[in-house]
């Protein structure tokens, strides 16, 4: 018996980052894993003298508000890799069928032997023909995950933006009453009109606008998706590619 080559199909990896993410996001993420693990170790520590107090989530911030929109592009990579590999444990596999038909013709003959031989020719011409579908779908799996690393990107740079602006604009809400008071803010605005908390405006304004931003990138990507699931319509391909 000619020796098979073993169909090596472990599985597949976690996919990497590919593209430059928002630095201050970053660091505030790795900021809060740090501060929420050691919360949650006083939690606990309060919780064993009958605290009953509710643990912060274990997630990371990307995990909590970005993924949420984007969708979770190292697990679409993860898909890809899977693709890849099953593409090239298929090629082995149809390619030991061949093997099999060597095995064979040198201790078999007759039209039993024939037919055999042909049958082992069609399982090599399936699996190839499979793994050529499966792996088509690495290279669309990965168009899917570029792209949604692209937008969790831009989540994370508006997230970013939207954390800086609202610290700057309760420092400043708290500077104009906490400062002058609320009835000399009012004679501020009334004498000079609303140029005298012009930034606090502008700064409110500008909030509400990252949020509607964020409302129309969400409705955005549900358009993506369904644009996205016909591209995947490939792996209906599988049937017909096997049936051959």
């Known amino acids: 018996m000619i020796a098979l080559v073993p169909v090596e199909l472990p599985e597949p990896s976690l996919g990497e ?15 809060w894993s740090m501060l929420r693990d050691a ?5 606990r520590l309060a919780n064993s003298v009958g ?6 989530p274990t997630e990371s911030l990307e995990e909590l508000l970005v993924l949420p929109f984007s969708g979770d592009y190292r697990a679409i990579r993860r898909n890809a890799n899977a693709c890849g590999q099953v593409r090239d444990a298929l090629e082995v596999w149809g390619d030991n069928f061949p093997r099999v ?38 290279a669309v799996f990965e168009e899917i995950a570029t792209v949604c690393e692209r937008l969790a990107v831009r989540v994370e740079h508006e997230l ?15 500077e104009a009453v906490c400062g002058p008071g609320v009835a000399s803010l009012a004679l501020e605005v009334a004498v000079h009109g609303w140029s005298v908390i012009s930034d606090i405006v502008h700064d409110i304004c500008l909030v509400h606008t990252l949020i509607a931003d964020l409302l129309t990138l969400k409705a955005t990507v549900s358009g993506w998706v ?11 391909d599988l049937r017909g590619a096997w049936a051959a």
């Open 226 to 236: 369904t644009d996205w699931r016909g591209r995947l319509d490939l792996f209906t």
């Open 101 to 138: 038909g060597l095995a064979v013709t040198s201790c078999w003959t007759g039209a039993a032997s024939a037919a055999l031989l042909g049958r082992l020719a069609l399982y090599a011409v399936a699996g190839r023909a499979v793994g050529s579908v499966v792996g088509s779908g690495a």
């Open 17 to 31: 980052r590919l593209v430059a993410h928002d630095s201050q996001f970053t660091a505030a993420d790795r900021g």
């Open 51 to 56: 605290a009953g107090l509710p643990m912060l």
């Open 160 to 174: 970013a933006l939207l954390g800086r602006l609202l610290l700057r604009l309760s420092r400043r809400l708290l």
């Open 39 to 43: 919360i949650n170790d006083g939690i």
